[in-house]
């Protein structure tokens, strides 16, 4: 069993930077690939950011060049450096844990989530 609890997002104007971060348990945790999701009111969770646990990573599109996914295997931490927010980056972003080395864009493939951490973007 892996829990994954969330922590630094916030309010930030437009054009600022939040680092989220993702502490996890489990032996196991090195082994998992993991992701940053988020949801927008109204909107479908989508897929932010992914990496394996060799560092392989993954962007959508629209934060590639400003957002950047990390892991630390030996803290059992993945972090979130997010730089030039944008108000459409308003969501709530989930941790989420894939017991498997490949990384996927769909949230069902995930098998472990964490609560989840408010991102609001003023304009």
């Known amino acids: 069993q892996v829990q994954l609890v969330e922590s630094g997002g916030g309010l930030v104007q437009a054009g600022g930077s939040l680092r989220l971060s993702c502490a996890a348990s489990g032996r196991t945790f090195s082994t998992y690939a993991m992701a940053w999701f988020r949801q927008a009111p109204g909107k479908e969770r989508e897929v932010v950011a992914a990496i394996t646990w060799t560092g392989s990573t993954y962007y959508r599109d629209s934060v590639k060049g400003r957002f950047t996914i990390s892991r630390d295997n030996n803290k059992n931490t993945v972090s979130l450096q997010s730089n030039s927010l944008k108000p459409e980056d308003t969501a709530i972003y989930y941790c989420?844990?894939?017991?498997?080395?490949?990384?996927?864009?769909?949230?069902?493939?995930?098998?472990?989530w964490g609560q989840g951490t408010q991102v609001t973007v003023s304009s």
């Open positions: 989420a844990a894939r017991r498997d080395y490949y990384i996927r864009n769909n949230g069902y493939e995930y098998d472990y």
